[in-house]
């Protein structure tokens, strides 16, 4: 009987102290690891942007239409606050593990989010896997990702072998629509994870499609000079182009095309650097008719208002457009938010447990998706969906699905002495 006294006293002193440490919390830290400085610097300052602007709503009361904005702090865990500590992985991923061991051991935080790069991500999130800190990623896209069993690593945005099947998908509705056919592709790829991974998969979607890559080709990521790479192209003439290219890539290939008077039928990007805003305001008019693989455009808030009103409250805040990736990257951010609040907790086995059970439907998230519910074993968002947007103006507008299109997609691209 004593023995038994005992246990039960024991576990009472347990969970009124378990109780007593949720209800003193008072903030909530979650780590960010992005490139801050560097060729992408000004990828983790858009997602920055974005992040603090939902920090600031769901912080305070505001009248914005989002989750958590009409209280001040989470309510689940009495109001607490959300702090957001940032590190700066500067696209290494080295770098980007170190980062992620100090915010857990230096900097306690609660969760982990990030990394843009596929790379980064891939082994920052080792580090949380080990010391079992829940860990959310809302734009990498390299679908190993979620293939290596990991327990407290969540994505939401859809990966590169969605969007490449997508690409073809894309190719022949528009063969069956609009007459465009299509026959020969070439499959351009930096050769990090995320390259590599997106070029792969385009290459294998492309056999079950029917359709003939005449050129596979790997190059080197921030690379000086691209000439020998366009003249490769040329000389098989393909007539799309898929490429798979960070920014100063990107910007350069555009750059190169032009010199070299390359004119396929169209160019279509995996986002990434064709969607980044210094894409176009470093090539201007010469971004027009590319095409990309999207998720977000402002132009859809005509039919999912709350697009417009966060593209526009972002707009308002910081001068400039909301793009495809740092939307992503905010969609991630707000659903690990959710996650802790549904938790009522901050220990990270009551997180991770509110991440598997997160089905959020489409009227829950302000992404053109159909919601998100991680899947059980791969803990990848199975709620995804895809656009096609091409630059027209200088602005990225959906062009396909043709139901969903704000403009008509031109179609073949214009040769640049035409333009």
């Known amino acids: 009987m004593k023995r038994l006294l005992a246990v039960l006293v024991v576990l009472f002193v347990v969970m009124m102290s378990t109780v007593s440490w949720a209800e003193n919390v008072?903030?909530?830290k979650i780590g960010s690891?992005?490139?801050m400085s560097g060729s992408l610097a000004k990828i983790g300052a858009t997602t920055k942007n974005a992040i603090d602007m939902?920090?600031?709503i769901i912080n305070n009361k505001s009248d914005v239409p989002m989750k958590y904005a009409a209280t001040e702090g989470l309510p689940n865990l009495g109001g607490a606050k959300i702090k957001v500590i940032w590190a700066d992985?500067?696209?290494k991923p080295?770098?980007?593990?170190?980062e992620a061991e100090r915010l857990i051991t230096s900097e306690k935080v609660h969760a982990l989010f990030g990394c843009y790069n596929s790379s980064v991500t891939a082994t920052a999130s080792q580090a949380a896997e080990r010391r079992k800190i829940p860990f959310v990623n809302g734009e990498s896209a390299s679908p190993t990702l979620t293939e290596r069993g990991f327990k407290w690593f969540f994505r939401t945005t859809p990966t590169d072998d969605f969007f490449s099947k997508m690409f073809f998908e894309f190719l022949k509705n528009i063969e069956k629509e609009k007459g465009y056919k299509v026959e020969t592709i070439a499959n351009v790829y930096e050769n990090t994870l995320w390259g590599t991974d997106s070029g792969k998969f385009i290459a294998k979607h492309a056999k079950n499609y029917g359709y003939k890559v005449v050129l596979d080709m790997p190059y080197t990521h921030r690379t000086a000079d691209l000439t020998a790479e366009v003249q490769k192209l040329k000389?098989?003439?393909p007539d799309v182009v898929f490429m798979s290219s960070y920014t100063s890539d990107a910007i350069l290939y555009t750059k190169t095309f032009k010199e070299l008077d390359f004119n396929p039928k169209a160019v279509i990007a995996q986002d990434?650097?064709?969607?980044?805003?210094?894409?176009v305001t470093t090539v201007k008019e010469d971004c027009n008719f590319t095409m990309s693989r999207e998720v977000f455009a402002a132009d859809l808030g005509v039919k999912k208002p709350i697009i417009k009103t966060i593209s526009d409250l972002y707009y308002k805040k910081y001068g400039e457009f909301l793009d495809g990736t740092t939307a992503r990257a905010l969609q991630g951010f707000l659903v690990l938010v959710d996650a802790i609040n549904r938790a009522g907790s901050v220990k990270p086995a009551a997180i991770q447990k509110a991440l598997i059970e997160t089905d959020l439907g489409p009227n829950d998230i302000f992404m053109p998706w159909k919601g998100v519910k991680f899947d059980p074993k791969t803990h990848q968002n199975t709620k995804i969906f895809g656009i096609i947007v091409q630059y027209q103006n200088m602005t990225p507008v959906t062009v396909w699905p043709f139901d969903l299109a704000s403009a008509d997609l031109v179609w073949p691209l214009p040769a640049w002495k035409d333009r």
Do not use: D, R, T
Not at 272 to 279: D, K, T, V, W
């Open 272 to 279: 990434s650097g064709y969607l980044a805003p210094e894409f």
């Open 89 to 91: 992985h500067q696209a």
């Open 54 to 56: 939902a920090v600031e």
């Open 33 to 35: 690891i992005y490139p």
């Open 26 to 28: 008072k903030e909530v």
């Open 235 to 237: 000389s098989v003439n």
């Open 94 to 98: 080295e770098l980007g593990m170190a």
